[in-house]
């Protein structure tokens, strides 16, 4: 039987399911979500592993910060790690969820043991023209007003408009976005932009002192990163690129049993051979 557990972290809020016992995974979610993005494919990650499922400081249950440089949000996911007495830990990113995964790589390389990105944008160029909603909601002059103003039906709109297909938004999802401020929002997005900015991933993971295995998932028809971009982490040792036709920007919600297998594949297998993509 799986345990569940919720601590209080260094400003963040963390949910570990699974045994104890089992190799541990961190999932680290991406701007303006909360740990709640991740809970379609948790079931199937706890048969495995003790899962870590954390809100980043001012999203979800967290509370808001000063910063959000993205060197300083792994800095705290380390410390967490290190107050659960957590090496090495399996780490899996979404969107810019990856760019903190691959900021912890870069300083507590012996904290990682491998590293899982989805739909993480490798550079600024990747990124696409954004849906209408996505960019009222989240730029002036109506970002401030609408944001203030969000409906539970809004924030669906909002997310659904990143997939490619009919998706279900979990209501936990939903609530956490709620918490978030459009001050607190709009940082996380510029500190996000300038990581990636001062040097691309791909460039960064190149350049660990201690490469990892690295899977890179992204849905074929992401309509925020351009799907073809997923190809210059091929460039990365230890690099193997997953695209899954059909899915948008949110794997875990769209096509949560493809991504979940891929997944506990990698994590079992670290670098070794790929494994047969699930029919989504």
């Known amino acids: 039987m799986s345990e569940y557990d919720v601590v209080h972290l260094h400003g963040m809020h963390v949910v570990r399911h699974g045994s104890r016992q089992a190799p541990p995974l961190l999932l680290i979610h ?11 494919v948790v079931p199937a990650l706890a048969g495995h592993h003790h899962v870590i499922q954390v809100d980043l400081p001012g999203c979800g249950q967290s509370p808001p910060v000063p910063s959000y440089e993205v060197p300083l949000q792994a800095r705290r996911v380390a410390d967490m790690l290190d107050d659960l007495g957590l090496c090495p830990v399996a780490v899996a990113g979404h969107s810019s969820g990856g760019y903190v995964a691959t900021a912890l790589a870069e300083q507590r390389p012996e904290l990682v043991s491998s590293l899982t990105l989805i739909s993480s944008g490798p550079r600024p160029d990747a990124l696409l023209p954004q849906p209408f909603v996505v960019q009222a909601l989240t730029a002036p002059p109506l970002g401030p007003v609408l944001w203030s103003m969000r409906s539970d039906g809004m924030i669906r709109k909002g997310f659904r408009a990143t997939a490619a297909r009919q998706v279900d938004i979990p209501d936990e999802l939903v609530a956490g976005m709620k918490g978030i401020t459009y001050r607190a929002f709009r940082k996380v997005l510029h500190e996000n932009g300038a990581y990636i900015a001062e040097r691309s991933v791909p460039e960064r993971l190149a ?10 998932i992204f849905g074929a028809a992401d309509p925020r990163w351009d799907p073809a971009s997923a190809h210059q982490y091929d460039a990365v040792p230890n690099a193997r690129v997953e695209l899954l036709p059909g899915v948008g920007h949110t794997p875990m919600l769209e096509a949560p049993e493809a991504t979940g297998e891929l997944m506990v594949a990698f994590t079992a297998t670290g670098a070794g051979s790929p494994p047969v993509v699930p029919e989504t």
């Open 30 to 40: 991406g701007s303006g979500a909360s740990g709640a993005t991740w809970s379609p």
């Open 207 to 216: 350049a660990l002192k201690t490469p990892v295995p690295v899977l890179v």
